[in-house]
């Protein structure tokens, strides 16, 4: 079955470089497009960013300037980097998959909790 | 970037009621528009696309419903597993963006 897990650290400081995994299974990377959102606790949801089929990229400009995804198909994993991170940037982070006929996120990982703190 | 307000933030409401929650873009959006459920252990489950589709596996008592900026999703008859944090969100263009969200709550 599909399933999407998160996976990295808990506890980022500030101004370090976050590093997140995404592992999925149940489909392949080259036939669905995955996403990552955050949540801020107690806030609603915010798009990010998300890596095609194809593997090019698009990137909440909100976020642009410190964000990049990546992937490693043989590996089914997605791979988020953010740096220059700051408090604001608490959140749980999920990784979901787009499904590309409907635009919905039809699947969408447990989420992991990151916080950012000295 | 289009903005997405929704209300009411929460909503109290008793088993077996038929709720409506809405969703505003601040520009039209074309019925590019989904809604979540998202339970409080962070579990988000997608509930309706394009505007009135039902996502396989949904119950029929969700129903969605909108067009140019204005969208709602109706709960005909609450079950206790339908109290949760619902959102919408916009796929019309980037950043794809969600609203606030609403959540329901026992009354």
């Known amino acids: 079955q599909v399933q999407l897990k998160e996976s990295g650290p808990g506890l980022v400081q500030p101004s370090q470089t976050l590093s997140l995994t995404c592992t999925v299974s149940g489909f392949s990377l080259t036939s669905y497009h995955v996403s990552w959102v955050r949540q801020p606790p107690g806030k609603g949801l915010e798009w990010m960013g998300v890596i095609w089929t194809g593997g090019s990229t698009a990137y909440n400009s909100l976020l642009k300037s410190r964000l990049s995804i990546s992937r490693d198909i043989s590996k089914s994993q997605v791979f988020l980097k953010m740096n220059s991170l700051q408090t604001e940037d608490t959140a749980t982070y999920y990784c979901?998959?787009?499904?590309?006929?409907?635009?919905?996120?039809?699947?969408w990982g447990q989420g992991v909790m990151v916080t950012v703190s000295s | 970037d289009i903005q997405m307000t929704q209300t009411p933030s929460s909503m109290p409401a008793s088993l077996g009621e038929r709720v409506t929650i809405s969703c505003r873009a601040s520009q039209g959006i074309s019925n590019y528009l989904n809604w979540y459920q998202q339970k409080p252990d962070g579990t988000i489950k997608p509930l309706i696309y394009?505007?009135?589709n039902l996502q396989s596996g949904v119950p029929s008592r969700f129903s969605g419903s909108g067009s140019g900026t204005d969208y709602s999703l109706t709960i005909s008859s609450l079950e206790p597993e339908d109290f949760a944090m619902y959102y919408c969100q916009q796929y019309d263009s980037s950043p794809w963006t969600f609203g606030g969200g609403t959540k329901l709550e026992l009354k």
């Open positions: 979901a998959r787009l499904e590309h006929t409907t635009g919905v996120f039809d699947y």
């Open positions: 394009y505007t009135s």
